[in-house]
């Protein structure tokens, strides 16, 4: 069944079943790889992306839900001109990447909060954040880039694709 979706600032019609998760038509239909498959119940947050700016688990929401709204993967946080978001290059200044996995989702995460509160105090940023989990153990780094964006005052909305 054709849907209409809009990913990172473009129309895409995909051929998908209305109760697919989103991560599938995402990675499979769409090829955008870097959304990650983590649990498929929405717990660990790996596939986070943003759907209107708010950070939503892509593995447990149905494509039909989504299709008339903004989503944003991790491959649309970089601007048209190739400039990396604020958090990623928080994340970079941070060190914050161990394996990786699940860091797409993490950024997602920080850039949704930071998106609706550009000032979070430690609370709501430990609050926010171990929801996404990471098993390497890089929350504190975590916390230090996005104290980071906090302090400098940096905007970190998200970019146009």
Not at 38 to 65: F, N
Not at 104 to 112: F, N, P, R, T
Request: charged share 20%.
């Amino acid at each position: 069944m054709p849907i209409e979706l809009r990913v990172n600032g473009r129309e895409r019609t995909v051929d998908a079943e209305p109760d697919t998760p989103l991560l599938w038509v995402l990675r499979d239909e769409l090829g955008l790889k870097g959304t990650k498959f983590g649990c498929g119940i929405g717990q660990c947050g790996a596939c986070t992306v943003h759907v209107s700016g708010e950070a939503l688990r892509s593995c447990s929401t149905p494509v039909e839900a989504v299709a008339d709204r903004e989503i944003t993967t991790i491959e649309g946080m970089v601007d048209a001109n190739g400039a990396l978001h604020p958090v990623q290059q928080a994340w970079i200044e941070h060190n914050v990447p161990q394996c990786g996995y699940c860091q797409s989702g993490q950024i997602m995460a920080a850039a949704a909060l930071l998106g609706r509160n550009p000032s979070p105090d430690d609370e709501t940023i430990t609050a926010v954040m171990s929801g996404n989990l990471c098993r390497c153990g890089t929350y504190p780094r975590i916390h230090a880039a996005i104290r980071s964006l906090r302090e400098s005052g940096e905007a970190a909305g998200e970019q146009s694709s």
